[in-house]
């Protein structure tokens, strides 16, 4: 399986790299921004996508909009600091599939995706 991790910060996107690669997943990219991955799911299909709300260019919620409307199988788990339910319920409504608070703990975002892809 393909894993895309799309968040602003380099340190979040190595360490959910970290975690996940090898739980589930053979291949793994990484995007810093909303426009980039876009981009990349579009252009590399991945199975899953872990993605941050808050980031220049073009924000989570704007990426998730556009990944669903292209590629609607792609599950998407938003990964975000962002802890208020409006937010968490907004995601879901755009077609977010899951959704994981930072900080999270490796067994958090392992749970999460498991609960996803189940």
Do not use: C, Y
Request: zero cysteines; hydrophobic letters at 50%.
């Amino acid at each position: 399986m393909k894993l895309l991790i799309v968040d602003d910060s380099h340190i979040i996107r190595e360490t959910i790299q970290g975690i996940l690669r090898g739980h589930r997943f053979t291949e793994v990219r990484q995007a810093a921004d909303g426009v980039s991955a876009v981009a990349s799911a579009l252009a590399w299909n991945p199975d899953v996508v872990t993605m941050d709300i808050t980031m220049p260019e073009l924000d989570g919620l704007s990426a998730v909009d556009q990944i669903t409307a292209a590629r609607p199988r792609i599950k998407i788990l938003i990964v975000t600091a962002l802890a208020d339910k409006q937010t968490a319920v907004e995601a879901v409504r755009r077609g977010a599939e899951g959704f994981v608070l930072k900080p999270f703990t490796p067994e958090d975002l392992r749970l999460a995706l498991d609960e996803l892809l189940d």
